[in-house]
């Protein structure tokens, strides 16, 4: 069992920026990807960023491309979102979790949220204009 503790949420105005951290209970070898995922109200949960464990390659949604960066410290057995440009429409919950990464036949990211065994709790992100 992974447990899975996020921390750092919170409101920011339009423009602004987040660092999201997410804390690995104990040693997360032996799982191949840990993503972001982040649901907003009446909204399905859809993924955000991903990183391969083995070869820290990154993978992002189109909607935060070039705004979202994920990044891992196999030290601290941490994982980290920073959230750059903030919009309305990223006001979510933003969920860390651990599993597998999947790609398309395309060779696109293909986030399901079933492909992850383990969740962390949630941290609420506001963005205001």
Not at 9 to 23: D, K, R, W
Not at 52 to 60: A, H, I, L
Not at 92 to 120: K, Q, T
């Amino acid at each position: 069992q992974v447990q899975l503790v996020e921390s750092g949420g919170g409101s920011v105005q339009a423009g602004g920026s987040l660092t999201l951290s997410c804390a690995a209970s104990r040693y997360s070898g032996g799982i191949a990807c840990m993503g972001w995922f982040r649901q907003a109200p009446g909204k399905e949960r859809e993924g955000v960023a991903a990183i391969e464990t083995d070869s820290d390659r990154t993978y992002y949604a189109d909607s935060v491309q070039g705004r979202f960066t994920i990044s891992r410290d196999k030290v601290k057995n941490t994982m980290n979102l920073h959230l750059n440009v903030l919009n309305n429409e990223d006001t979510a919950v933003y969920y860390c979790a651990a599993g597998l990464c999947r790609w398309s036949l395309g060779g696109r990211w293909d986030p399901r949220p079933d492909d992850y065994n383990y969740w962390g709790q949630g941290t609420q992100v506001t963005v205001s204009s």
